[in-house]
Structures are given as structure tokens and as C-alpha cells.
């Protein structure tokens, strides 16, 4: 990914490092756009890093929104062609639990068919034999196309593919004005957060993809926009329970999706509506963990006794219609603005809402928006174009394939096989938990604008296992240190990483959680000396 820029007009501008502002990014490049996205803080730190990851069938909205799930089957059969590598093609159960409407499970079945969802009728012994840890109580089951996606992994390679094409991106540079002349945007001024330096880049088109901030955003060229914060949070097991995807088969709800994600599987989530001066606040309550621990163990009793790793949160960027100030029409649909149409200012496009699975087919109408302004003809075609990683038939892996090969193959796809993984210490494991290695973590430095251990965490899930980062987080801070030559750097970086990781712990600090906290905590305060910056403001991003 690049952050060289010696250009200072664009055909477009994108604000946000969001799975959306990359799709965009991707799309404007390989439509021969000169592009230029800027990010505030890390690429997918937004809440295309803080959801659940399901790539939705759609019949999660089948009763529901109609229009919702005719989008989402029709987004999940181009991921799974141009995305396999971000995917895990898992199927989905719904299930109905004695407490359940019984007569629900007809009706949803009928509204799958209707949205173009197959949806088949299991009996329930058959769905206890494909997920023997389900609910042994279960009075009814049926089986879709849902499936588990990568958001990380999604981000990354759009950004990826839309550097090959001649985008520029910029992450921790935070636009603090948009730059308006005679009713017209015509670009941004931002802020290096590293180097306080302040920087203007101009451009025909500015799109703003900056969710659930991005009225904040709009407010700086005097645009309203309805924003209502709706938060959400999940827990993480320490491990996996589950093989499919497990809904429970009634209106949507809290608690009622569990997803297996790579090692461990993820319960969620809560709806709470949120004041706009919350948005940065993604602290887990208790009532929160209580919500999901009771709701998760409802689908899978075993869960009741697993230990949980870490709690998160996000905030989902709704928008509510114009004449609602009350925000009762909130949509959960797609919503794309020319805001010179409807606020009389030229060369500004909105596109939010949504969701991480239609952020293709947002980017493409964004896109086309922005050609239309910009003259362009070139079609979309990002529906086709197989993303970096999931491009190439691959070699088939054998018994005798090095592990760190096997492990990396399983998160970027046939990048890995561009990687060196097999030459002196560069098939050396650094985090044991996701299996990755020297090889990997170099490539990631180089290819995936790895500068710090979040960064390295967001591309190649180091940290992200059972143990938290507690054997991995000093080795890989010793590797980057020697990588970026700055060793003092790297120090500070390892106390910020291990700060943020018990960030996540602390909601679920009881049992094992808190015993492996506590190992950690005296591992590198008590061993190694570390000030693990403990004083600093809960929140901080
Ligand atoms: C709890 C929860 C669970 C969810 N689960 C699912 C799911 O299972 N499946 C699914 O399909 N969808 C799910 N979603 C929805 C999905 O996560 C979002 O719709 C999607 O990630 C939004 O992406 P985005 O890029 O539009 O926004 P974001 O990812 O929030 O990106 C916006 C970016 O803009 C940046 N930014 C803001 N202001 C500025 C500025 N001034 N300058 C520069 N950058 C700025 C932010 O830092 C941020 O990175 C879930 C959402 C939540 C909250």
C-alpha cells in the first residue's frame, strides 16, 4: 500500500478507510480514476473492524426487508467467486428453540424463496448431526447460504488492488475540512496525526465514506445528514464451537447469530441507539455481556462453561430519512447522495449505510456516480475481477508443505505464495495461537502497510488467539523494531498493543481470562519492566 504522494489533484478524493472507502478506492482506480483515499486512523478500524464478520445470505432480512436480502444473495455469489480467500463457505442454520414462535419458521422459509434464497427444511435431528453442539432442544431447523468473511482481510485486498491500479492511500490522516468554493467541494485539507504536519489535496469529486462520523464530516460544508448511531456488541469464545453459522429463526434480535471465525466463534449482537458524542466510546458493559452470555448459551449450551476471550463493540452507520427527525424510518439499506442534488453542493457524494457484505455493490454506486460527474464511461468491473489472493489456482498443499506456508495460504490466499516462507528464520512462528511467521510478518511490513502491532494484528491476525498476544506481542515487537530501526518505537508500540488488548479482556475479566491477564500483566510489568501505559484514557483510539 502507498503513502508516497507527490500529486495534488485528483479525479477523487475518498474520506474513509472502511471496507466501503476501499471498495470505492478499488472500483474509481480500475475505472482509470486518479484516486486518492485518506484514512484517520488505521485502514478497518472503523466498524469494518468491529463487526461480526458474517457474510449474510440474506435470510437474516428475508421477512423483514425484502430489498435487503435480494441484495445480500446476490452480493454473497460475487464474493465467494471474487473473494474466495477472505471466505470461509460455512452455511448457516436457523433454528427454532421451544420458546420460539413455532409457525415463524414457514413464513421465513417463504419469504427466503421469495428473495431468491434457498432455504431447506432439516429435520432436527439432521442439524444436531451437522452441529452436534446446538441446543439439543431445538424443535426446528433450516439451512442457508450464509457464510464467514474477513473483514480485514476484505479491506486489505481492495486497498491492495487499488494501489496496483495507481491509487494513493493515506491511513492516521484525519481531514479536518472540506475545502469549499462557490457551492462547490473541491477538496480537503487534513492532518498528518503522526507528524502534525497539515496537508491540502484537491480534487472534481470528493466521497465521503467515513460512516458513522461521516455527518460530522458533512457539517464542515454546512450538509446535514440524519445520522443515528446504533451500537453493537459481541463477545469472543476461546474457541470454536461451531462448524456453520447458527441463527436463531425469529425477528431479529439481540444475541441470536453465532459465528465461527477462524479458531474461536463470535456471539452477537446488541442494538442500543447512541448519542453522536458516543461514537468514539466503544467500552462493553456488563449488562451487555450478560445480554449475549445468556442469549449464546440458549443456542449452544456448552458455551456456558467456554472460556470467553475478549468483548468488542462497533457502531452500524444508520441513516434516518430526510423528513424523520425522529429517526422511526431509520434504513438499514444502501444510501448514496449526491449532495448536489439534494443540499445544492456540487462535487460531493455520500455513500453509508449498508452493510461490510454490499460494500461492492455501495463502491460501484458511488462509483458511477462519480463518473457520471467526472465524464467517465468506463463500466464497473468489480463484480468479476477476482481481488489479490484470490486470483490464482494454487499448488495443491501437501503433507510435507512447511506450516508456515499452510497458515498463511489460510489468510491472504495465493499471496502467500509470493511470500518467503521457507529460506533460514523466515519459517519461524511468532504467534503460535494463528500460526504466523517471520516470512509473513516481513511481507505484511512490505506489502500491507504494517508500521505498528495493530497494524500487523489487522493484516495477519497476530494476537488475535487464545492467549491475547502474551507469547507473540515481544517477539513481533522485536522483529519490528529491527524492521523499521527504531527500537524505542517498537517498545512503546508493545506497551500500546498489550494496553489494547486488555481493553477487550477487562469486560470479561473473571475465570482463565483473568488468570491469563494476570500472567501477562506480570510477564511484562513484573519480568520485563514495561510500563504497559495503564494511565491512559479509557477509549482512546
Ligand atoms: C456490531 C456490528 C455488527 C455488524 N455485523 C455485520 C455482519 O455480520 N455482516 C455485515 O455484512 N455487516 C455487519 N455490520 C455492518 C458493517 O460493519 C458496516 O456496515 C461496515 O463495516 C461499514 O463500513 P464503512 O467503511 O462504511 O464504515 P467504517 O468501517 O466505519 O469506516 C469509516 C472510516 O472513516 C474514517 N474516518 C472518519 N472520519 C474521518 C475523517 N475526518 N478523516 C479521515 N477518516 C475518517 C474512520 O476512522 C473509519 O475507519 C455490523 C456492524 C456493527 C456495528
Known amino acids: 500500500m502507498s503513502d508516497n504522494i507527490d500529486k495534488r489533484h485528483f479525479d477523487v478524493i475518498i474520506v474513509g478507510g472502511g471496507v466501503t472507502g476501499a471498495g470505492v478506492a478499488r472500483d474509481c482506480a480500475l475505472r482509470g480514476l486518479s484516486v486518492l483515499l485518506i484514512e484517520r486512523g488505521d485502514y478497518c478500524s472503523g466498524a469494518s473492524g468491529r463487526n461480526h464478520g458474517l457474510m449474510h445470505s440474506g435470510a437474516r432480512y428475508a421477512v423483514t426487508d425484502g430489498e435487503s436480502a435480494r441484495e445480500c444473495i446476490a452480493e454473497n455469489m460475487i464474493l465467494r467467486h471474487i473473494a474466495s480467500h477472505c471466505i470461509e463457505q460455512t452455511d448457516g442454520l436457523f433454528v427454532t428453540l421451544p420458546e420460539d414462535d413455532p409457525g415463524y419458521q414457514a413464513t421465513f422459509v417463504d419469504a427466503c424463496n421469495a428473495a431468491g434464497i434457498r432455504a431447506d427444511v432439516l429435520d432436527p435431528a439432521d442439524a444436531l448431526q451437522l452441529e452436534p453442539a446446538l441446543n439439543p432442544g431445538i424443535t426446528g431447523a433450516v439451512r442457508v447460504p450464509d457464510a464467514a468473511i474477513d473483514p480485514f482481510r476484505l479491506t486489505t485486498a481492495n486497498l491492495l488492488d487499488a494501489n496496483l491500479h495507481g491509487a494513493t492511500t493515506l491511513n492516521y490522516h484525519e481531514v479536518t475540512d472540506l475545502i469549499v468554493e462557490q457551492h462547490r467541494v473541491v477538496g480537503v485539507r487534513a492532518i498528518d496525526r503522526r507528524s502534525r504536519e497539515q496537508r491540502e489535496f484537491r480534487a472534481t469529486v470528493t466521497i465521503n465514506a467515513a460512516g458513522i462520523w461521516g455527518a460530522q464530516l458533512l457539517q464542515r460544508a454546512g450538509v446535514t445528514l440524519n445520522m443515528f448511531p446504533a451500537k453493537g456488541a459481541m463477545l469472543i469464545f476461546g474457541r470454536r464451537v461451531n462448524k456453520m453459522v447458527i441463527n436463531r429463526c425469529r425477528k431479529p434480535s439481540n444475541a441470536d447469530i453465532l459465528v465461527p471465525d477462524d479458531t474461536v466463534s463470535v456471539i452477537g449482537t446488541t442494538s442500543d441507539r447512541i448519542t453522536i458524542d458516543q461514537i468514539d466510546d466503544m467500552r462493553v458493559s456488563a449488562d451487555e455481556v450478560d445480554t449475549l452470555l445468556s442469549g449464546s448459551v440458549k443456542l449452544v449450551p456448552s458455551l456456558a462453561t467456554t472460556r470467553i476471550l475478549r468483548a468488542f463493540a462497533g457502531v452500524r452507520p444508520l441513516v434516518a430519512a430526510d423528513d424523520d427527525p425522529s429517526g422511526r424510518s431509520i434504513s438499514r439499506g444502501i444510501v448514496c447522495i449526491d449532495h448536489d442534488e439534494r443540499d445544492g453542493m456540487a462535487g460531493l457524494i455520500t455513500i453509508t449505510g449498508g452493510k461490510l457484505m454490499t460494500y461492492r455493490l455501495m463502491a460501484q454506486q458511488a462509483t458511477d456516480m462519480a463518473c457520471r460527474k467526472l465524464g ?150 513484573g519480568l520485563c519492566g514495561l510500563d504497559m501505559a495503564i494511565t491512559r484514557k479509557e477509549g482512546d483510539a
Open 376 to 525: 467517465n464511461d468506463r463500466a464497473c468491473e468489480t463484480a468479476t475481477t477476482p481481488l489479490p489472493g484470490s486470483r490464482r489456482e494454487m499448488a495443491p498443499l501437501t503433507l510435507a508443505s512447511p506450516h508456515a506456508l499452510k497458515s498463511a495460504r489460510s489468510r491472504h490466499g495465493d499471496l502467500a505464495d509470493e511470500m518467503d516462507l521457507t529460506t533460514g528464520i523466515n519459517r519461524v512462528q511468532i504467534c503460535e495461537c494463528q500460526g504466523v511467521s517471520i516470512g509473513e510478518i516481513e511481507y505484511a511490513v512490505q506489502h500491507f502497510h504494517v508500521r505498528t502491532l495493530g497494524n500487523l494484528r489487522r493484516r495477519t491476525r497476530l494476537g488475535m488467539g487464545v492467549c491475547q498476544g502474551k507469547m507473540c506481542a515481544a517477539r513481533a515487537a522485536c522483529l519490528m523494531g529491527r524492521l523499521n530501526g527504531d527500537v524505542q518505537a517498537a517498545k512503546d508500540d508493545l506497551a500500546h498493543f498489550l494496553d489494547e488488548r486488555w481493553r477487550g479482556i477487562k469486560p470479561v475479566a473473571w475465570g482463565n481470562a483473568l488468570r491469563e491477564a494476570q500472567l501477562t500483566a506480570t510477564i511484562y510489568q
